[in-house]
């Protein structure tokens, strides 16, 4: 096996079926199955609030302009002050900066932006797991900071690292609290979430991912250090993983960083994401997160890469303008698209109905698209040579040739071009991209006897909302705005890319 990820281990993972030893798939990070009781209604009470029957609310998209950088206190909203009053010629090259402990970072300003090589604002290689399956950032815990590989998740609340006591705590780098000078426990008094004096036991903690696949721990309260020292954000929640079900054990990530728009924790006391923290605290210029993730290469799954940055839309690689959405769901970056289609067959008509939804998540902890099960099986049948395995040792049951998008192959196949609509904009996936792990073929025993077969990116999941996940996203520009300090306008952007041939 050339992967990493792809392991002849044990790797039950998190994947809704039941993956047995032998060919596995660890997949970021899972359809998200308990978002719907059985009666259909949210099982989280935040998920889909009252915002979300309401889409004829006027939508009061607040202005900006360049001043927003001039109310921003702070070190950051101060250097980035200076950065717009250096010449353009000053503005590029490496800088050394010494962070708040006095350590020097070496950072590099392009384009008058700011950028860190070891703890970024503005970074993320997918170098530990091939194949964009999942892209990772550092991010510092504690202080002075731990610097962990996160995976950024816009589909959950909670952050979560590895404790001392867990798992795979060997092989995996974890935080250790007891190394970190503003490190708490978490406690709950009289409802209140708070820091705990020495010798309390943090705030028990679980969360569940995909098919209830479940990590538990306890809670602390710690700062995270995003980028250089300059983006710290203190006394945010972070879980200490001391137990979890199944096994992440062939994955680069050490935790799970929690983006979604608001707090979807199981937790008494609620959670604040450092999202949220950043914004409302107006620790960032403007309440953005721009994420520009770049594909690996598909031949051999290396490479990749892209950057998330906080604070603006970041035109890197941005192709035209910005179609923007409401966000309709206090909990996660989910809303309305207009259409979605393959060739011919438009797949959500009904608005406002279950029976064939325009309900869409932007989930960057799931690696491909997780549609209700009516439309995959659609768009499958309509890529040519697909087919649906019931063998349950493989990660997922669609399957698609491995040469599906390759220009050559394409000349023959025709396949037809997937649309999704939103706000007026038609966004596409090339056709490459119908295709996960191009570069890891699933066995021929796996795959009715045919050869030369992959993972579809369309893979089944809830019937009511469709989760737009890393193949939709790394071909892409997509912002996620929390609408200014008091988060009353959050909307999601879209924009297409100068480096994605959508043909
Ligand atoms: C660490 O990795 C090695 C080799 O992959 C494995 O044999 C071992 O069981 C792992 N240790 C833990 C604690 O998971
Ligand atoms: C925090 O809570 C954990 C779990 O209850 C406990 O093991 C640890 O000793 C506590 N740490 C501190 C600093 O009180
Ligand atoms: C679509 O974009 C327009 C222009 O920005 C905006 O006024 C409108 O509210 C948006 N519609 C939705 C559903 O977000």
Wanted: aromatic share 12%; glycine share 12%; net charge neutral.
């Amino acid at each position: 096996m050339k992967s990493t990820v792809l392991s002849v281990a044990a790797l039950v993972g998190l994947a809704s079926t039941v993956v047995q030893a032998g060919q596995s798939l660890d997949v970021t990070h899972e359809p998200i199955k308990g978002l719907w009781t059985a009666d259909g209604r949210p099982s989280h009470p935040n998920f889909l609030a009252s915002r979300w029957q309401t889409s004829s609310m006027p939508l009061n998209f607040r202005k900006r302009d360049s001043s927003d950088s001039k109310r921003l206190g702070g070190k950051l909203g101060r250097l980035l002050d200076k950065l717009d009053n250096v010449g353009q010629d000053k503005k590029s090259g490496l800088l050394k900066i010494l962070n708040n402990y006095g350590k020097e970072v070496t950072s590099w300003i392009e384009n008058g932006k700011l950028f860190d090589a070891s703890l970024g604002i503005v970074i993320n290689k997918a170098t530990d797991n091939s194949a964009d399956n999942e892209w990772l950032v550092n991010v510092g815990f504690g202080t002075l900071p731990q610097p962990l590989k996160m995976v950024f998740d816009t589909g959950s609340s909670d952050t979560w690292v590895y404790s001392p006591a867990c798992c795979y705590a060997n092989n995996h780098t974890f935080f250790n609290p007891s190394r970190s000078f503003t490190y708490r426990n978490r406690t709950v008094v009289n409802g209140e979430a708070q820091a705990a004096p020495k010798g309390t036991p943090g705030q028990d903690w679980s969360y569940y991912y995909g098919s209830n696949t479940g990590v538990y721990g306890y809670v602390g309260l710690d700062a995270f250090t995003f980028g250089l020292p300059l983006l710290r954000v203190d006394n945010l929640p972070v879980a200490l993983a001391t137990e979890l079900d199944g096994s992440r054990a062939s994955r680069g990530m050490e935790g799970i960083i929690g983006l979604s728009t608001g707090s979807g924790t199981y937790t008494d006391g609620g959670w604040t994401t450092p999202f949220e923290a950043m914004s409302s605290r107006g620790l960032i210029r403007q309440t953005y997160l721009t994420a520009t993730l770049i594909k690996a290469d598909r031949n051999t799954g290396n490479g990749g890469g892209g950057r998330y940055t906080f604070g603006e839309i970041d035109n890197y690689k941005l192709k035209g303008g910005i179609t923007w959405t409401r966000a309709l769901s206090p909990y996660l970056w989910a809303g309305y698209f207009d259409s979605m289609s393959f060739g011919g067959t438009t797949l959500a008509t009904a608005p406002g109905t279950d029976d064939a939804p325009i309900r869409f998540m932007i989930d960057t902890g799931s690696a491909v698209f997780y549609l209700p099960p009516a439309f995959t099986a659609q768009i499958n049948s309509k890529i040519v040579g697909s087919y649906k395995t019931d063998d349950t040792s493989v990660a997922f049951p669609y399957l698609v040739p491995c040469n599906t998008g390759l220009k050559q192959y394409e000349k023959q196949a025709k396949n037809p071009s997937f649309n999704l609509k939103i706000n007026g904009t038609d966004f596409t996936v090339p056709k490459e991209d119908y295709v996960f792990y191009a570069n890891e073929p699933v066995p021929a025993s796996a795959a009715g006897g045919k050869t030369g077969m992959c993972y579809s990116a369309f893979q089944d999941g809830p019937d009511q909302i469709s989760i737009i996940g890393l193949s939709f996203i790394k071909n892409n520009v997509v912002v996620f705005d929390q609408g200014g300090k008091d988060l009353s306008a959050r909307r999601i952007g879209f924009g297409k890319r100068t480096d994605v041939d959508y043909s």
